[in-house]
């Protein structure tokens, strides 16, 4: 099945610092990728979708001064939390699309962020 | 909004019993999928339903979408300690997915 990883699996900043995300598709086009965070015992939360060469839609209530979301490639796209606080600790993870007509979305193993 | 709700928050159950989680939009879905996320884990896409109406059944799992496209369900038959998790529907109308809160399983052996 399809395949998608994502660097690092955990990371921890020191508060102010901004922090980058990556998500990739391993065998497959994603035309469409998604980010999500997760905090503990909750849903997944759908922060933004970004869409191959065009700019993200990000969701009410997401920043996106503060989460930048970039989606250069058919197969990789980043997501950078700037100038991260304490708040922002959770566990991001994406989810990636291909041209499958079921529309399936293939989930990273998730990015676990620590906001000292 | 879109709305996705799921019940029950929580079950535990004895390893033998079924257990089943219910699914149910605000809106008509185009599709409906379901996903498991063990503890510590990250979700799984476990199935995809689109068809009014329809039955899948993955071993002990089946998988049912409602007639209106508003609701769906998850019934697990004979749980065993390796059904542990939490499982999630995410229903999808146009471009927007969104996913339930989710169901945490215990299974006591």
């Known amino acids: 099945g399809a395949v998608v990883s994502q660097h690092p699996s955990r990371v921890i900043c020191k508060s102010g610092t901004s922090v980058k995300i990556e998500c990739r598709s391993l065998d497959f086009q994603a035309t469409t990728m998604f980010w999500y965070r997760q905090f503990p015992k909750q849903s997944l939360m759908l922060m933004a979708t970004?869409?191959?060469?065009?700019?993200?839609?990000?969701e009410q209530g997401v920043e996106k001064d503060k989460f930048l979301i970039n989606h250069a490639s058919l197969t990789l796209s980043t997501l950078t939390v700037t100038s991260a606080h304490p708040e922002d600790s959770s566990f991001y993870i994406c989810?990636?699309?291909?041209?499958?007509?079921?529309?399936?979305?293939?989930f990273g193993p998730g990015t676990r962020l620590l906001v000292l | 909004g879109q709305q996705v709700m799921q019940i029950p928050q929580y079950q535990h159950v004895q390893e033998g019993e079924d257990f089943t989680t219910y699914c149910n939009s605000s809106?008509?879905?185009?599709?409906i999928q379901w996903y498991k996320q063990r503890p510590g884990g990250h979700p799984v896409f476990l199935i995809q339903?689109?068809?009014?109406?329809e039955v899948k059944k993955q071993k002990r799992l089946t998988f049912q979408f409602g007639e209106a496209k508003k609701n769906s369900s998850l019934h697990i038959t004979a749980t065993q300690t390796t059904d542990v998790g939490t499982y999630f529907c995410?229903?999808?109308?146009?471009?927007?997915?969104?996913f339930g809160k989710g169901t945490m399983l215990l299974v006591s052996p």
């Open positions: 989810s990636a699309r291909d041209k499958d007509p079921r529309e399936t979305q293939y």
């Open positions: 970004s869409n191959e060469g065009s700019k993200a839609t990000y």
């Open positions: 809106t008509t879905l185009s599709n």
């Open positions: 995410a229903g999808r109308r146009y471009s927007t997915l969104t």
């Open positions: 339903l689109v068809k009014s109406g």
